[in-house]
């Protein structure tokens, strides 16, 4: 399995980026996906996943700023941020569980693959 993300950048407070996870050897319609964070000095943390079922869930931080999204077809993960704000300032992965339906979808324990990540800068 290959995550490449791209999208990444520096944006000021307010602004928005959007983030592309494209994935290869994998048919990735039937798994959960996930955008992970991790900031300088933090915990690798969970920002959205999305399932097989195309049910969503996001960390709280990010509620009504950011929407996860999927294309079966291209094997293309999506995450639209909006209302960026300094907090979310981090590296983004793109994640891959070997399972749908996760327990704790933002757990990044429950991920097997991984993207290199992406630079987010606000």
């Known amino acids: 399995v290959q995550l490449v993300e791209s999208g990444g950048g520096s944006v000021q407070a307010g602004g928005s980026l959007s983030l592309t996870c494209a994935a290869s050897?994998?048919?990735?319609?039937?798994?959960?996906l996930g955008w992970l964070r991790q900031a300088p000095g933090k915990e690798r943390e969970g920002v959205a996943s999305?399932?097989?079922?195309?049910?969503?869930n996001y960390a709280d931080s990010v509620i009504g700023r950011f929407t996860i999204s999927k294309d079966n077809a291209n094997n293309t993960l999506y995450l639209q941020m909006n209302d960026l704000k300094v907090e979310d300032t981090g590296v983004y992965y793109c994640?891959?569980?070997?399972?749908?339906?996760?327990?704790?979808?933002?757990?990044?324990?429950?991920?097997?693959?991984w993207g290199q990540g992406t630079q987010v800068t606000v």
């Open positions: 050897k994998f048919t990735w319609n039937s798994y959960c």
């Open positions: 999305i399932d097989s079922d195309g049910s969503t």
């Open positions: 994640a891959a569980a070997a399972a749908a339906g996760l327990d704790y979808p933002l757990d990044f324990a429950g991920y097997n693959w």
